[in-house]
């Protein structure tokens, strides 16, 4: 890289906020999807919006790609760096500038850790309510980038129903402040078109979100079931029940080996084949309605037993093999490969069982611990990806259980992102002309299209754009 452009973006960020490739480099060569690893050219990584305008711009002027990233948790390789280009990082943007209690509202910088927001808000009785399992270390700016969910968006939504303003730094380093509280939005909601954009549109350094109170009563219910299909089922009839619990997950039978050998053993039986857990929270006639109503569901299901607890210690240590499950897959085997994808809940147990088969028929090994209530599968397939086979076992295993999901009514992903795993299969679910408006939302965000370039839109379709070869407005 142009040691003139370096060293001007040096002069900006201190020696504390640029890193040269070489050993400190190395974590930033790939997001949590770590078959895809591209070397960066610099890291930068600002203290502030001011700072990160200030790069931007020059990048810009130089023509440098430039890929925005939180704390590279994602699965996609949405963080994972392009040739030729420049990461930029938020990690060092992680204060919470001002706690609005009395709005329920916070603003923060977009590198704060997603369960710091909690922390910080506890004492006033609220709470960021969107909650990946990765919450002890993903940031808020990622969560907006790939709209993330997490266990109690079932009952909440996804991040893009708790986000209402945003700071964002354009592909020129000029400012767009959509900070300003707005009543009741007019025009085109560009904060909504923003959440989920997967770095392409601007780096968001920070962010207005919503607060939640925490619920009075709150019980967690574990269901523990000799068989995968019959907790797959008790969910499809909690759903159908018209039912309303906060969070509904599954763990199969080899995660929950792994979870009880790992230090997040949560007490889970080994012997299950699978565990379901149930969150309730509301009034207390709520919660005692709605718990009456699971557990009868769970019985009939077959459940072996019910456990239920509302003390706030016992239930942590309920969730803690669900949110430790991935970190606890690590003693199965070098690699887990997350698919991700969301299917109509009413075929929960049918599809759940075809990622079963797909995974034998390809000599794989299965681990599957999903969102079941929002329906988004994750079989996860343990592999080690030194073996160049049982890679290409992995991806084309991964391949046609998107491919299941989406001929099934449901979607390439629930709340991972597209990045560079699923562009080549968004045509599963898009026509070439929904991807090509895709493509002009884009351009009218960064013309130049040096944002994350190679992400989540078919390159295909960009280049055939940019070439002319198609009819305008098509
Ligand atoms: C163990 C584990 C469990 C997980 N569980 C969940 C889960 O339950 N739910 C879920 O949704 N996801 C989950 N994930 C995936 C991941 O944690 C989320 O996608 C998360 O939102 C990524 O945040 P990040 O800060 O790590 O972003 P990164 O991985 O660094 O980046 C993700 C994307 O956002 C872009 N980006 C990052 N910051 C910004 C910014 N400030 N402005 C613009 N673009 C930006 C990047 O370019 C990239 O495209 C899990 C991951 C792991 C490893």
Redesign the pocket.
Same mark, same amino acid.
């Given at each position: 890289m142009d040691r003139r452009v370096v060293d001007a973006l040096r002069a900006i960020v201190g020696p504390r906020g640029l890193i040269e490739p070489g050993t400190r480099a190395l974590p930033y060569e790939s997001? $949590?999807l770590a078959i895809y690893a591209q070397r960066p050219e610099l890291v930068l990584l600002p203290a502030d919006t001011a700072e990160t305008a200030a790069c931007m711009k020059i990048l810009h002027d130089a023509g440098v790609p430039i890929?925005?990233? +939180? *704390?590279?948790?994602?699965?996609a390789g !949405? *963080?994972t760096p392009v040739a030729g280009g420049v990461i930029v990082g938020?990690a060092r943007m992680r204060r919470v500038l001002e706690l609005d209690v009395e709005n329920r509202r916070a603003r923060v910088e %977009?590198g704060l850790v997603n369960v710091d927001l909690t922390h910080a808000c506890k004492s006033h009785g609220l709470y960021y309510a969107p909650d990946?399992?990765?919450q002890q %270390?993903?940031?808020l700016? +990622?969560?907006? %980038?790939?709209n993330?969910?997490?266990?109690h968006c079932f009952k909440h939504g996804n991040t893009s129903q708790h986000v209402l303003g945003l700071l964002i730094v354009q592909h020129d380093g000029t400012l767009l402040d959509l900070t300003a509280p707005r009543l009741d939005p007019l025009g085109y909601d560009l904060v909504g078109l923003f959440v989920g954009s997967?770095?392409m549109f601007?780096? *968001?350094?920070e962010l207005v979100v919503r607060l939640v109170p925490e619920a009075p009563v709150v019980e967690t219910f574990l269901g523990i079931f000799a068989t995968l299909e019959a907790a797959c089922d008790s969910v499809s009839d909690i759903i159908a029940a018209r039912l309303e619990p906060s969070a509904l997950e599954i763990l199969d039978r080899l995660t929950i080996e792994a979870v009880e050998a790992s230090v997040f053993a949560a007490g889970y039986p080994r012997e299950a084949e699978a565990v379901l857990l149930v969150e309730v929270e509301g009034s207390e006639p709520e919660v005692a309605g709605c718990a009456r109503a699971v557990r009868a569901i769970l019985e009939q299901r077959g459940a072996l037993s019910v456990h239920s607890a509302r003390d706030a210690a016992a239930r942590k240590k309920l969730w803690a093999g669900r949110k430790g499950a991935? !970190?606890a897959m690590g003693r199965v085997a070098p690699d887990l490969y997350v698919a991700d994808a969301v299917v109509p809940r009413t075929k929960l147990r049918e599809l759940v069982l075809r990622t079963v088969e797909i995974a034998r028929a390809h000599k794989l090994r299965l681990a599957t611990v999903f969102?079941a209530g929002d329906g988004n599968l994750h079989p996860n397939i343990c592999y080690d990806r030194r073996d160049k086979d049982e890679l290409a076992r992995v991806l084309a295993a991964g391949d046609e259980m998107l491919e299941l999901c989406v001929q099934a009514g449901g979607a390439l992903t629930g709340?991972? $992102?597209v $990045?560079l795993e699923k562009q080549q299969q968004m045509h599963y679910l898009f026509s070439d002309a929904d991807l090509r408006q895709m493509c002009r939302a884009r351009d009218a965000w960064d013309p130049a299209r040096r944002l994350?370039p190679g992400?989540l839109i078919p390159v295909r379709v960009c280049e055939e754009m940019r070439a002319g070869s198609v009819p305008e407005g098509a």
């Open positions: 997001d $949590g890929v925005p990233r +939180g *704390a590279g948790t994602g699965l !949405g *963080a938020t %977009a990946p399992s990765s %270390a993903c940031t700016g +990622g969560n907006v %980038a790939n993330s969910g997490g266990p997967e770095g601007g780096i *968001a350094t991935f !970190g969102h709340e991972h $992102g $990045g994350n992400k």
